[in-house]
């Protein structure tokens, strides 16, 4: 059968350049036209060891083409636990002897594991012999199963590749991108680069910027090409869409940051009121279309009034929520213990209102000595550009110079 590689490339988004290529099986049909391979690998037909010596072609032809690239480039290949499962002697890597046999250096060369259902302990002892040996580990097409968090945490890859596809069909915008963020973050927390694959458009490749993505591939650049590229062949393209995102970012954030300062305006005013007239003097006041609610605490953080919420002109009161402790949220510790506690504003991470299922975030401040205004303001994007939904808004003073 012939059965070959081509190259996807993998773009490092700060330096622009071609830092790496998956390597990808293709082969031909009927016709003559090149295709994916993938189905090859999964037909039941074909017997498990025909399967694995295809897979093991496919790789020696890549390490031996990639053997000429730059020393600064990577290769990505593809193992299956289904190869991991049936190795006896952990000691005879077969790629490794391939590296060998190309001259390759081991840390040019990332293995990604796909469809972690192997046996985990198996999958880890593998990881860790690659990784005496210099190579890196990846977590292929994350997104597929959240329920494999436990086997990240257990074999700690160096790279986590989220598939931006995962979410492309039939979920809410707000969601998805609340998902792929939370995914990069966590690969932060855990120490991975995330590259994100799949990307195709400019909004993907916008959402990847702010899912803590080192690299992008997918055809917003390039397909799995038959030959390598220039270092170099996609720099100014990568120029051209982060200073596109730049220029949106900018918009979006100098609207939020005047909307930020009209409701903090508002925040005093409220504050003021709340303090002369007590919470008898709602009647007259309107507030920001924006605010969802507000409430009182104590500085130990319990809730002394109830959830006030402004709709078609009249504030309605739930005093159900009195007596609940909010001193854990970050927004709340961090103002009483803040040295300027009387006049500093702080303002909560974006997050989905349970009550409501709108994007808010929690604006706190004094309201006296004793007592903390709490305020849940919708998040709601301050222009129609295509990464509003993506940019949040916080900042602080810096002090005058002297």
């Given at each position: 059968?012939?059965?070959?590689?081509?190259?996807?490339?993998?773009?490092?988004?700060?330096?622009?350049?071609?830092?790496?290529?998956?390597a990808?099986?293709?082969?031909?049909?009927?016709k003559?036209e090149?295709?994916?391979?993938?189905?090859?690998?999964?037909?039941?037909a074909r017997?498990?060891?025909?399967?694995?010596?295809?897979?093991?072609?496919?790789?020696?032809?890549?390490?031996a083409?990639?053997?000429?690239?730059?020393?600064?480039?990577?290769l990505?290949?593809?193992?299956?636990?289904?190869?991991?499962?049936?190795l006896l002697?952990l000691?005879?890597?077969?790629?490794?002897?391939?590296?060998?046999?190309?001259?390759?250096?081991?840390?040019?060369?990332?293995?990604?594991?796909?469809?972690?259902?192997?046996?985990?302990?198996?999958?880890?002892a593998?990881?860790?012999?690659?990784r005496?040996?210099?190579?890196?580990?990846?977590f292929?097409?994350?997104?597929?199963g959240f329920?494999?968090?436990?086997?990240?945490?257990?074999?700690?890859?160096?790279?986590?590749?989220l598939?931006?596809?995962?979410?492309?069909?039939?979920a809410?915008?707000?969601?998805?991108?609340?998902?792929?963020?939370?995914?990069?973050?966590?690969g932060?927390?855990?120490g991975?680069?995330?590259?994100?694959?799949?990307?195709?458009?400019?909004?993907?490749?916008?959402?990847?910027?702010?899912?803590?993505?080192?690299?992008?591939?997918?055809f917003?650049?390039?397909?799995?090409?038959p030959?390598?590229?220039a270092?170099?062949?996609?720099?100014s393209?990568?120029n051209g869409?982060?200073?596109?995102?730049?220029?949106?970012?900018?918009?979006?954030?100098?609207?939020?940051?005047?909307?930020a300062?009209?409701?903090h305006?508002?925040?005093?005013?409220?504050?003021?009121?709340?303090?002369?007239?007590?919470e008898?003097?709602l009647e007259?006041?309107?507030p920001?279309?924006?605010?969802?609610?507000?409430?009182?605490?104590?500085r130990?953080?319990?809730?002394?009034?109830?959830?006030?919420?402004?709709?078609l002109?009249?504030?309605?009161?739930?005093?159900s929520?009195?007596?609940n402790?909010?001193?854990?949220?970050?927004?709340?510790?961090?103002?009483?213990?803040?040295?300027?506690?009387?006049?500093?504003?702080?303002?909560?991470?974006?997050?989905?209102?349970?009550?409501?299922?709108?994007?808010?975030?929690?604006?706190?401040?004094?309201?006296?000595?004793?007592?903390v205004l709490?305020?849940?303001?919708?998040?709601?994007?301050?222009?129609?550009?295509?990464?509003?939904?993506?940019?949040?808004?916080?900042?602080?003073?810096?002090?005058?110079?002297?």
């Amino acid at each position: 059968m012939n059965i070959f590689p081509w190259f996807q490339p993998i773009i490092e988004i700060a330096s622009g350049r071609v830092a790496g290529y998956e390597a990808l099986a293709r082969t031909r049909n009927e016709k003559g036209e090149v295709v994916s391979a993938a189905q090859i690998f999964c037909d039941a037909a074909r017997s498990v060891e025909e399967r694995r010596d295809l897979d093991r072609h496919v790789r020696r032809q890549a390490l031996a083409r990639f053997a000429a690239q730059q020393d600064n480039q990577f290769l990505t290949v593809n193992i299956s636990p289904q190869w991991i499962d049936s190795l006896l002697n952990l000691d005879l890597l077969p790629t490794l002897e391939m590296l060998k046999e190309a001259g390759v250096s081991p840390d040019r060369v990332v293995i990604e594991i796909t469809e972690l259902n192997g046996d985990i302990e198996r999958i880890r002892a593998f990881s860790e012999r690659y990784r005496q040996e210099g190579v890196k580990i990846a977590f292929d097409d994350f997104g597929t199963g959240f329920q494999q968090l436990d086997r990240i945490l257990a074999f700690r890859p160096d790279i986590i590749k989220l598939d931006m596809r995962m979410f492309r069909h039939g979920a809410q915008e707000h969601q998805r991108s609340a998902l792929l963020q939370m995914v990069g973050d966590m690969g932060a927390r855990l120490g991975c680069k995330i590259i994100c694959e799949g990307v195709e458009t400019p909004e993907e490749f916008f959402l990847a910027l702010h899912c803590n993505a080192s690299y992008i591939q997918g055809f917003i650049f390039d397909p799995a090409l038959p030959d390598f590229v220039a270092e170099d062949a996609k720099r100014s393209q990568m120029n051209g869409l982060l200073n596109q995102h730049l220029d949106l970012a900018i918009d979006e954030t100098t609207r939020r940051q005047w909307h930020a300062e009209r409701l903090h305006s508002e925040l005093i005013a409220l504050r003021e009121l709340l303090v002369s007239g007590g919470e008898g003097g709602l009647e007259t006041h309107h507030p920001d279309e924006d605010v969802l609610r507000f409430y009182i605490c104590n500085r130990a953080g319990q809730q002394i009034s109830p959830n006030y919420s402004y709709d078609l002109g009249i504030w309605h009161a739930d005093d159900s929520v009195i007596g609940n402790n909010w001193s854990w949220r970050p927004y709340f510790y961090q103002l009483v213990g803040a040295s300027d506690f009387e006049r500093r504003v702080l303002r909560s991470s974006p997050y989905l209102d349970i009550a409501t299922g709108e994007r808010c975030y929690t604006l706190s401040l004094a309201l006296d000595d004793t007592r903390v205004l709490l305020v849940d303001v919708k998040d709601r994007a301050k222009s129609n550009n295509r990464i509003s939904s993506l940019i949040s808004c916080h900042s602080d003073l810096m002090p005058a110079l002297s």
